[in-house]
């Protein structure tokens, strides 16, 4: 008869000893999976990926150059407030001189009215909002207080702006630093795919670069517009510069971001527009179709229009590419291209 006997158990420690085991052989084997080297990528591969990041770092360079172009505007905005407090407290303390003569005026000649010497000792507010002692003074007094409450009330007014300006202002610089932080990272992070590259291969790149920039003024093919008007003389004052290297955060006369070299197109024209491309997206006349454009006319990329050109005719555009190019021309179906603006 078969026997019936239950097999031995394995005690608890042999089997968590095993389990021990069996988990720290499939640590292992997944630790030298990993450790196996990984496929070093081609030129190709390695440029594909250079560029992406230097197209991120172009929309990190649009934040920072709106930061840098707030900043400015706030601490401006800051010395006008500024001065116009320190003006209005000379005017103050005119004011409160001219009630001081008053009441010398009125001690010699028979002692100080109660009212003007309360004024003199106390916040006017409190006194002039008692209408019955209104009638205790002089038109003339009454005109003196009044000019000095509503200066008091003015320069109160102006040091809470600027208070809230500076607190504007401090929280700008934080984005600022940020957003340098970002380009700086992602540029970074370019060169290290970059040195993985052999020195044979990092030739060939920079010498196609340059191929790029160079045949791009050689090859291009603008028709007989130029422009006219504003847009262009800004063309013109583009093409000025063709050949100027790319350069985050740089708006001329010798190196360019993207909308660095749009808005300082415009300014060789006598025409101010805003700094960054998002902004310079916002203003004049949309035009949607490339067969309405003209040349001069600021054209945009991108689904989150991170970048701007002039439209330099035939399907072209006049722009600063991105880090490690040059002010150059290029076709417009290279990039997504959303809309045009006509200034």
């Known amino acids: 008869m078969a026997s019936h006997r239950r097999p031995k158990q394995q005690s608890r420690a042999r089997v968590t000893v095993l ?6 052989a499939v640590v292992l084997s997944a630790n030298a999976a990993n450790a196996a080297p990984s496929q070093k990528l081609s030129k190709d591969q390695v440029k594909a990926k250079v560029d992406e990041l230097y197209s991120q770092a172009e929309q990190a360079t649009e934040k920072y150059d709106g930061a840098q172009a707030k900043q400015e505007k706030l601490q401006k905005e800051i010395s006008t407030i500024q001065d116009n407090v320190a003006r209005g407290q000379q005017d103050l303390n005119k004011l409160r001189d001219s009630l ?40 003339q007094q009454v005109d003196a207080l009044k000019k000095i409450q509503d200066k008091q009330r003015e320069l109160a007014q102006e040091r809470a702006e600027a208070t809230a300006k500076l607190k504007d202002l401090s929280a700008t610089r934080a984005q600022l630093a940020q957003n340098k932080k970002d380009v700086q990272g992602k540029l970074s ?18 010498a196609d670069q340059q191929r790029a920039d160079r045949s791009s003024s050689e090859r291009v093919h603008l028709g007989t517009s130029k422009g006219s008007g504003m847009a262009g003389a800004a063309f013109s004052a583009a093409q000025s510069v ?5 350069v985050y955060g740089a708006s001329g006369p010798s ?6 070299l749009t808005s300082w197109a415009y300014a060789q024209a006598g025409v101010s527009i805003p700094r ?33 050109g002039l439209y330099a005719g035939n399907n072209m ?3 600063a590419p991105h880090t490690g190019a040059v002010v150059r021309y290029e076709s417009m179906s290279d990039m997504p291209f959303q809309f045009g603006v006509r200034v």
Not at 189 to 206: G, M, S, V, Y
């Open 317 to 319: 555009v006049l722009h």
């Open 255 to 260: 190196s360019f971001d993207c909308s660095g």
């Open 242 to 246: 063709i050949g100027s290297p790319y």
């Open 276 to 308: 960054t491309s998002q902004e310079q997206a916002t203003i004049g006349t949309r035009i949607t179709s490339v067969n309405d454009l003209q040349v001069g006319d600021l054209v945009f990329f991108y689904g989150d229009i991170h970048h701007v």
């Open 19 to 24: 389990t021990t085991a069996a988990a720290a």
């Open 100 to 139: 001081g003569s008053l009441a010398t005026s009125q001690y010699r000649t028979g002692g100080i009215d109660p009212s003007v010497q309360l004024f003199l000792s106390s916040n006017p507010d409190d006194f002039l909002d008692k209408a019955s002692t209104l009638d205790q003074l002089s038109a």
């Open 189 to 206: 992070d370019a060169q290290q795919l970059l040195n993985t590259l052999t020195a044979k291969e990092r030739q060939q790149l920079a």
